[in-house]
């Protein structure tokens, strides 16, 4: 039993997919033992509505998602950050920004669906792709034993997750 609920900040370009899946995956799958944030270096402003599609067939909550800048997390109100994943992809050299301060962080880059190309069905399945590989990595990060892992271990089982798709725990 954790005392407090870890803020977990999951970091993409547009905050229009990739951090907005995650963040509704972590908010229901984890039990209350972490409070998930999302946003975007050049957010877009609104979520993508194939994302919300999606999240609202998988039964998780929509209402609160929105698309925002991460410079809402660095305002000295903001809750204070104990993990950052970026989740950007290299590959289509986006930028991703880089989080100063003390938070664990590690990158779990995606392809971003938003920017998908195909009729419509191949479009969605590469949401349902980058849903399935996030609720992955998130299920793989909750079940770790976060009290009793150094940060060295730690920020190396961070780095696997990212690195390792299909990874168990």
Same mark, same amino acid.
């Given at each position: 039993?954790?005392? /407090?609920?870890?803020?977990?900040? %999951?970091?993409?370009?547009?905050?229009? !997919? =990739? $951090?907005?899946?995650?963040?509704?995956?972590?908010?229901?799958? !984890?039990?209350? =033992? %972490?409070?998930?944030?999302?946003?975007?270096?050049?957010?877009?402003?609104?979520? /993508? &509505?194939?994302?919300?599609?999606?999240?609202?067939?998988?039964? /998780?909550?929509?209402?609160?998602?929105?698309?925002?800048?991460?410079?809402? %997390?660095?305002? &000295?109100? !903001?809750?204070?950050?104990?993990?950052? %994943?970026?989740?950007?992809?290299?590959? #289509?050299?986006?930028?991703?920004?880089?989080? &100063?301060?003390?938070?664990? $962080?590690? /990158?779990?880059?995606? &392809?971003?669906? #938003?920017?998908?190309?195909?009729?419509?069905?191949?479009? =969605?399945?590469?949401?349902?792709?980058?849903?399935?590989?996030?609720?992955?990595?998130?299920?793989?990060?909750?079940?770790?034993?976060?009290?009793?892992?150094?940060?060295?271990?730690?920020?190396?089982?961070?780095?696997?997750?990212?690195?390792?798709?299909?990874?168990?725990?």
């Amino acid at each position: 039993m954790v005392d /407090h609920a870890y803020n977990v900040l %999951f970091l993409c370009t547009g905050n229009s !997919a =990739r $951090s907005i899946i995650a963040e509704a995956i972590m908010n229901r799958e !984890a039990q209350g =033992r %972490f409070r998930a944030f999302s946003a975007g270096s050049h957010p877009k402003g609104q979520v /993508h &509505p194939f994302a919300l599609d999606l999240l609202k067939k998988m039964n /998780h909550p929509t209402a609160d998602l929105r698309s925002k800048g991460w410079d809402e %997390f660095a305002k &000295p109100d !903001a809750s204070q950050l104990d993990f950052v %994943f970026t989740i950007c992809d290299n590959a #289509a050299n986006e930028v991703c920004p880089v989080w &100063p301060g003390q938070p664990m $962080s590690a /990158h779990w880059g995606l &392809p971003d669906p #938003a920017a998908a190309e195909g009729n419509e069905t191949e479009q =969605r399945l590469a949401f349902a792709d980058t849903y399935r590989v996030l609720h992955n990595r998130i299920s793989i990060f909750t079940s770790l034993p976060l009290k009793s892992l150094d940060k060295l271990s730690l920020q190396k089982r961070l780095d696997e997750i990212g690195r390792n798709l299909s990874q168990s725990a």
